[in-house]
Each structure stands twice: as structure tokens, then as C-alpha cells.
């Protein structure tokens, strides 16, 4: 089974500043898409960034950008530029690429990201 | 395309009643998806529908839960005999197609006293 790891409960960054946050994964696939979820106090989780298994080039959203490193099972976000309304819990998520499949997520423990101004 | 809509958005209950939540998926959504959230975690994944065919189910859904999509459109969960260890929010999300994005609702937060 696949499992996600997010080894950072919290971490903070002043406005303006750059951020990383951690994600490492377990899987025996070779084929499958990588995920950030940002879910602010409003709850709803809203897709940040994605990134194709089998694509090397790292996936950029505008200030969001990944490091991706398939070898090491290592799926890190940088934000770049940090906004007040970057605060929230963010999700690593982990989805199996076999057609046919559910297509379900497996979700990391999640970060909190503060902003200050 | 008006987003996925859960109802109610809040629910307290005592243990041990019945209690059931909609989701509305986003229209032509043929895929919808139940998961659970507790307070400090990430979403657990709970059931997986393609149309009106409930396709997977994990094994965090007891017997005590059940959901169903009459129609292929909109999915009601319901859990009976509720206990404490249910409190959690629990999210609705729809996809239209394979390896398109997935859509998340704002959930439900269930509170069983």
C-alpha cells in the first residue's frame, strides 16, 4: 500500500519570504501523479499543483513550483513570494495512475503554513 | 459548473442515531468519492462510485455506514448506531473522467456527543 509522509506539523514564513514544505512517499509503482492540496478554514481543499510520475521536468503553478526527485520518492512545494492568503493546511497526495482504477488519494498528515506580515 | 455541494454542513448528533449527508457532484461528474477527515489528518479515503455503481469500498467503512447513488447523480451517506469515534468531517469529491481533476466539496463536520 502506498503511504505519504509529511514531516512538518507546522511551519511558518514571513510575507514575501520563500517556503518549502517536505513530503516523502512509499510506492512500488512506477507510473502515478503527485499532488498539493491547500485547505484553508473554509475547508474545501483546493488542488494547488500536480505532477505526472513520468514527467522529469517539475511541475510551476505561478509562485508554487515542486522539486520532484523519483528516485528518492521526494515531492517537496516551494512557495515563493508568501501571501497572507498562502496560510493554511497543505496536503501531499498520492494517486495511482492504472486505468480502471478508483483513482482514490492518499493523503499525508498535512503542514500548516502561517504567514506573518 | 457550481461546485460540489454537501448538505448539511454541520451536523451534532447523539451516539447512538442515525445520521445521513448528501453530495451534490459537479454535473456530468460520473465519478464520486467519499472521504473522512479527524481532527490532525489528512483525508481517509472511504468509497468510490462510477455512475450508480459503487465500485470500492475501504475497510474503514463499517458495517454501521452505508452510501448509495440512485441515478448516478447525487450520493447520500448515512451512518447508523453513530459513536464518538465518527466525529470527523466527511468530504464529498467528483471527477468527470479518468486522469481529470478532482473536485472537492467544503464537507460536513460531524459531532457525535
Known amino acids: 500500500a502506498q503511504t505519504v509522509t509529511q514531516s512538518q506539523p507546522e511551519m511558518s514564513v514571513q510575507e514575501a519570504e520563500t517556503v518549502t514544505l517536505s513530503c516523502t512517499y512509499d510506492?512500488?509503482?512506477?507510473?502515478?501523479?503527485l499532488f498539493w492540496y491547500k485547505q484553508p478554514p473554509s475547508r474545501q481543499m483546493i488542488l494547488v499543483i500536480r505532477?505526472?510520475?513520468?514527467?522529469?521536468q517539475n511541475a510551476t503553478e505561478n509562485r508554487f513550483s515542486v522539486n520532484f526527485q523519483k528516485a528518492a520518492k521526494s515531492f517537496s512545494l516551494k512557495i515563493s513570494d508568501s501571501q497572507l492568503g498562502d496560510a493554511a493546511m497543505y496536503f501531499c497526495?498520492?494517486?495511482?495512475?492504472?486505468?480502471?482504477?478508483?483513482?482514490?488519494?492518499?493523503f499525508g498528515k498535512g503542514t500548516k503554513l502561517t504567514v506573518n506580515p | 459548473d457550481t461546485g460540489v455541494s454537501q448538505d448539511p454542513r454541520h451536523k451534532i448528533t447523539k451516539r447512538g442515531q442515525n445520521v445521513t449527508f448528501r453530495c451534490d457532484p459537479i454535473?456530468?461528474?460520473?465519478?464520486l468519492y467519499w472521504y473522512r477527515q479527524t481532527l490532525g489528518q489528512g483525508p481517509e479515503f472511504l468509497t468510490y462510485?462510477?455512475?450508480?455503481?459503487?465500485?470500492?469500498k475501504s475497510r474503514l467503512l463499517s458495517d454501521r455506514f452505508s452510501a448509495e447513488r440512485p441515478k448516478g447523480s447525487f450520493s447520500t451517506l448515512e451512518i447508523q448506531r453513530t459513536e464518538q469515534g465518527d466525529s470527523a468531517m466527511y468530504l464529498c469529491?467528483?471527477?468527470?473522467?479518468?486522469?481529470?481533476?478532482?473536485?472537492f466539496g467544503s464537507g460536513t463536520q460531524l459531532s457525535v456527543l
Open positions: 497526495a498520492y494517486r495511482t495512475q492504472t486505468q480502471g482504477g478508483s483513482e482514490k488519494l492518499v
Open positions: 510506492t512500488s509503482e512506477s507510473d502515478y501523479y
Open positions: 505532477q505526472e510520475a513520468y514527467k522529469q
Open positions: 454535473s456530468e461528474h460520473n465519478r
Open positions: 462510485f462510477q455512475n450508480e455503481a459503487q465500485l470500492e
Open positions: 469529491a467528483s471527477l468527470r473522467a479518468w486522469g481529470e481533476k478532482l473536485f
